[in-house]
């Protein structure tokens, strides 16, 4: 199934969660807030949220700022 | 001693982390300010470069995390910044930026006051990011803000207290913290607001882009120490007339006899 991740589009194996792509992305997920859809997944939940075709995820961190 | 919403610093130096060449070097300058307070920004992961996590470079039992909301065009998009920012720090702390024109990086009045009035009420400490407008600062501390941050000049361009006759009437009324934000670009443009009485200054660029930052930090550190000390030690008022120094009792020497009309 496809997912839109960042603003690029992504192949995940079916039954995916978020973890398992922030873990595929090879990204640390302490680090880490997501939206799935516009609505915020904090990271203790990354696990439990599964993915569906179509989803819009943005994985969102922390940089530099003034 | 500043007091923000409760919580004390010793530090009236706040620093910006954006802009340094290494987290390292960010990291030791701003050890050597001796901040107590950063600001982070929150952007999307760039999938083709993970780069370090900055929250993993801070010691946060030490350092305050301010997340900003920089690149909110509009109220609703630094509402949601907020709420992304809060989960992902672990803190309500927020600096509130909302820039609708990236040429100038300046504030929109309206958005800030209305993102103001909501996050207050969904439990945000709110430091808003402002024009020099001494009345926007009234509303916004009776809106609830936390403190008001007034620009010296537009973001990064290192020119100073432009602000300075505006930034003065803010803090004689304000009741809240004023921050001095944006446009400090020397030591000398910090000594300057807080000789006026600001509480704190935030720096970013001037440090960042120093030649070298570590040190610019250590000059940051002195100037706001040095002139929160000169503040508080209460400063000669300016005058056009002349007052000599020495006793003008007892001269050694005639007067000059200069022509007087």
Not at chain 2, 1 to 20: D, E, N
Not at chain 2, 93 to 109: A, G, I, Q
Not at chain 2, 138 to 149: E, I, K
Request: proline share 6%; hydrophobic share 45%.
């Amino acid at each position: 199934m496809n997912i839109t991740c960042n603003g690029e589009q992504r192949a995940v194996e079916k039954n995916s969660s978020l973890n398992d792509l922030v873990i595929s992305l090879e990204l640390n997920p302490q680090a880490l807030v997501a939206e799935v859809n516009g609505k915020i997944v904090e990271q203790p939940k990354f696990t439990e949220q599964m993915l569906q075709d179509g989803d819009r995820v943005e994985l969102i961190r922390f940089v530099g700022g003034g | 001693m500043l007091t923000i919403a409760g919580t004390q610093f010793s530090s009236r130096l706040f620093v910006g982390t954006g802009k340094f060449a290494s987290s390292r070097e960010m990291k030791e300058a701003v050890e050597a300010s001796g901040s107590q307070m950063v600001t982070v920004a929150l952007r999307r992961v760039d999938l083709n470069n993970p780069h370090d996590d900055i929250m993993q470079a801070l010691d946060r039992t030490k350092i305050h995390f301010l997340p900003n909301t920089s690149g909110a065009r509009n109220a609703e998009e630094a509402i949601r910044l907020a709420k992304l920012a809060r989960v992902a720090s672990g803190t309500n702390w927020l600096k509130l930026e909302v820039t609708p024109d990236p040429r100038t990086l300046l504030p929109d009045p309206v958005d800030t006051l209305k993102a103001t009035e909501q996050l207050v009420k969904d439990g945000f400490i709110v430091l808003p990011y402002i024009n020099a407008d001494p009345i926007l600062a009234l509303r916004l501390q009776d809106a609830g803000a936390a403190a008001v941050m007034p620009l010296g000049s537009p973001i990064g361009t290192n020119q100073g207290i432009m602000t300075a006759m505006q930034v003065e009437i803010i803090i004689q009324q304000a009741r809240v913290p004023v921050v001095v934000d944006a446009g400090i670009g020397a030591p000398s443009h910090a000594a300057r607001a807080m000789e006026m009485g600001a509480d704190a200054v935030l720096v970013n660029t001037a440090i960042a882009v120093a030649g070298d930052p570590v040190r610019m930090a250590g000059a940051f550190r002195a100037a706001v120490e040095a002139g929160r000390e000169a503040y508080e030690a209460g400063l000669g008022k300016p005058s056009k007339q002349a007052s000599a120094s020495s006793p003008e009792e007892g001269m050694l020497t005639p007067d000059l006899d200069f022509i007087q009309d």
